[in-house]
């Protein structure tokens, strides 16, 4: 069987507000089947790299997204997971409604059809929340809006999945449930996922990769070699032999 | 038209149907209530019932610039100048240099101030305080037409965009996500707004109409689960409150948009009761 050889490719882009430059000169590619995590300091310009590749976010350079035969995608479909979905918690909109504001093209106050009922429900069976479809998500509790989240950004299926410190807002016990399903959804489906985080344990335990940002990509690497990487120890201020993680 | 007056002749048992400037009032109500519910939702949803109050205080200017062109109608005056002003608005917020509502505040203040000197220059302001407190039985048969070809044009677009603006209203970076040129359909949105407050403002009144926007919203939040209560309940409670409030006017002899507002506030302090048993 073919390798699937679906990607993203960030090119040499960058990021200016006003006069202060945010990001300049990246380049990052992230591939099938890899979780590439994004690390560095608070302000080093991670969550804006993430911006960029969704398009909320002027920049210079390219974002080139690629299928699982290596051609060029003009509309990549993006799935993305936000750190804390930052909304009116008293809004009565229910995980149903939500999946189908992107599914329906009539007001969702109309009603929702059967077959999309039916579909949000597999979606989120995929990651174990197929019993929250009817809440409103003001309602669920950390862990279950992300999952429900995950389960929002994969459908329809992405080209690539953005993870922006996805468990934040998550007890300990949901934040290994949490990376568990991504890593199991990983290999299933062909995507690349970049993944934002300050917590160098999840990213060691979960990515294969990660990327050194400070205003630029300082250096990529496997993630078995973080630890030992002269750069990352002085950045997040570590010693290895500390133990510290 | 004749048709439907007679209909409501035959129809409803008062003694006030024989006035056709009851039935006038009561056919406008009827279209304007449910539509300031449905879209008063989205106004809630996105924080900006200070926005939709701006934008009637935008009027006045529309009217006093109307005044100055010598125009006749000054509907067309004061939706352009709404247009602009929401477009504005929304500009300078989207830039994230100062915070929204001190913006809108600027706004405000500034269009009601700029009117007022405009149309108090000849000494004559009381001429226009009508907009003001709004009278709603002054409607006539040829305005009610106008009124309903734009509410058609609102409801078509406002069917259209609706699950778009609902998910950029949740999240802007989720939204862009999915593909959705928010900007574009925010704009769309306060143009809509601009279009429905500048368009009934004669009526409604400058100083009321935002709590018409809001309240049967904001009640129906109080009380639903899912967008479908939502949206069925603030429709419900508009109309409601609308039919009741221009009926009980008539009778009391009091101003009927004021009364409106009246029985909505009243709806919304039972709706925050049962809200609060509740949880």
């Known amino acids: ?245 | 038209m004749d048709l439907i007056y007679s209909l409501m002749e035959t129809l409803l048992p008062f003694s006030w149907v024989q006035f056709s400037f009851m039935k006038n009032a009561l056919l406008a109500i009827i279209m304007i209530a449910p539509l300031f519910g449905l879209v008063g939702t989205m106004i809630v949803n996105n924080n900006m019932s200070f926005f939709s109050d701006a934008l009637g205080h935008s009027a006045l200017t529309g009217i006093a610039i109307g005044v100055m062109l010598g125009i006749d109608n000054y509907i067309i005056s004061m939706m352009a100048f709404a247009a602009i002003f929401a477009l504005g608005i929304s500009m300078i917020t989207q830039s994230g240099i100062s915070s929204s509502d001190t913006i809108i505040g600027v706004f405000s203040s500034s269009g009601v101030a700029l009117g007022i000197v405009i149309l108090s220059m000849n000494g004559g302001f009381a001429r226009y305080s009508n907009y003001l407190v709004g009278d709603i039985l002054s409607i006539t048969r040829n305005e009610i037409k106008v009124l309903a070809i734009v509410l058609l044009i609102v409801i078509v677009i406002w069917i259209l965009s609706f699950n778009k603006l609902m998910l950029s209203s949740l999240n802007t970076d989720l939204a862009l996500s999915k593909g959705i040129n928010v900007r574009y359909y925010k704009n769309i949105f306060v143009l809509l707004i601009a279009l429905i407050v500048t368009v009934s403002i004669k009526w409604v009144g400058m100083l009321i109409i935002n709590s018409l926007l809001v309240l049967p919203a904001a009640s129906a939040r109080n009380i639903a689960n899912n967008m479908r209560a939502y949206h069925i309940y603030s429709v419900l409670i508009s109309l409601f409150s609308g039919v009741s409030g221009l009926i009980l006017s008539y009778y009391i002899g009091t101003a009927a948009g004021a009364t409106i507002v009246l029985i909505s506030s009243v709806i919304f302090f039972i709706t925050l009761f049962i809200n609060l048993i509740h949880k």
């Not at chain 1, 920049?59 to 080139?64: A, E, I, M």
């Not at chain 1, 809004?91 to 077959?115: E, Q, Y």
């Not at chain 1, 290895?240 to 993680?245: A, F, L, M, N, Q």
């Open chain 1, 1 to 245: 069987m073919d390798k699937c050889r679906c990607s993203v490719k960030i090119e040499n882009l960058g990021v200016k507000r006003g006069n202060q430059i945010i990001l300049k000169n990246v380049t990052l590619t992230a591939n099938h089947a890899e979780i590439m995590a994004l690390i560095g300091r608070n302000g080093a310009g991670k969550t804006t790299l993430l911006k960029s590749i969704i398009g909320s976010m002027e920049h210079t350079g390219n974002v080139k997204f690629f299928n699982s035969r290596g051609e060029k995608i003009d509309n990549p479909k993006i799935g993305y997971v936000p750190q804390r979905l930052s909304f009116d918690r008293n809004t009565p909109i229910t995980v149903l409604d939500m999946f189908c504001t992107n599914s329906a093209r009539l007001p969702i106050w109309l009603g929702h059809g059967k077959s999309r009922t039916q579909k949000a429900k597999e979606s989120l069976k995929k990651v174990g929340a197929e019993q929250l479809i009817n809440k409103p998500i003001g309602k669920l509790s950390g862990g279950e809006l992300q999952r429900v989240l995950l389960s929002f950004a994969l459908t329809p299926m992405p080209d690539i999945l953005l993870l922006d410190e996805p468990v934040s807002a998550v007890d300990r016990k949901g934040i290994s449930a949490f990376y568990n399903l991504v890593m199991s959804l990983r290999s299933e489906y062909h995507m690349p996922i970049i993944l934002v985080s300050h917590d160098l344990g999840h990213v060691r335990k979960y990515a294969t990769a990660y990327a050194l940002i400070d205003h630029t990509i300082i250096e990529t690497n496997k993630v078995i070699n973080m630890l030992n990487s002269k750069n990352v120890q002085r950045t997040f201020g570590i010693n290895i032999s500390d133990g510290e993680i």
